[in-house]
């Protein structure tokens, strides 16, 4: 039953964060790059202020997988290294905290630009 409730509290919270963006879409002239780095800075602004690791701690993949968790990752790496090493952990720690992510993004979408040949559209 602990399972089958954290997957439901993932749910509710990733849908309920995805209908705020489609909200935004919806009502609002924002291109889809300044809808991504407002959820990405809402979610640093968040856990600057440690609300949004407590919102991960209770929904897990749900508040961790949308842009708003990579937000969260980059200032939670930043302060966790800053509090080790000072101001050279600060500027690097958030990188740090996110390399995984970030390489696998590259990796994977080099791996598709290979095997699907992407070419812009001619007009």
Same mark, same amino acid.
């Given at each position: 039953?602990?399972?089958?409730?954290?997957?439901?509290?993932?749910?509710?919270?990733?849908?309920?964060?995805?209908?705020?963006?489609?909200?935004?879409?919806?009502?609002?002239?924002?291109?889809?790059?300044?809808?991504?780095?407002?959820?990405?800075?809402?979610?640093?602004?968040?856990?600057?202020? *440690?609300?949004?690791?407590?919102?991960?701690?209770?929904?897990?993949?749900?508040?961790?997988?949308?842009?708003? *968790?990579?937000?969260?990752?980059?200032?939670?790496?930043?302060?966790?290294?800053?509090?080790?090493?000072?101001?050279?952990?600060?500027?690097?720690?958030?990188?740090?905290?996110?390399?995984? *992510?970030?390489?696998?993004?590259?990796?994977?979408?080099?791996?598709?630009?290979?095997?699907?040949?992407?070419?812009?559209?001619?007009?």
């Amino acid at each position: 039953m602990d399972m089958f409730l954290m997957f439901v509290k993932a749910f509710v919270i990733g849908g309920a964060i995805c209908l705020i963006g489609q909200i935004i879409i919806n009502f609002t002239h924002l291109t889809n790059g300044k809808i991504l780095v407002l959820f990405l800075v809402i979610g640093a602004v968040l856990e600057a202020f *440690g609300w949004y690791g407590k919102l991960v701690k209770f929904a897990g993949a749900g508040a961790s997988v949308p842009i708003s *968790g990579f937000g969260y990752a980059l200032v939670h790496g930043a302060v966790q290294a800053a509090k080790q090493d000072g101001v050279y952990g600060a500027l690097s720690g958030g990188l740090a905290a996110c390399a995984m *992510g970030v390489s696998i993004a590259i990796v994977s979408g080099y791996i598709v630009a290979v095997l699907f040949h992407p070419h812009t559209k001619k007009n």
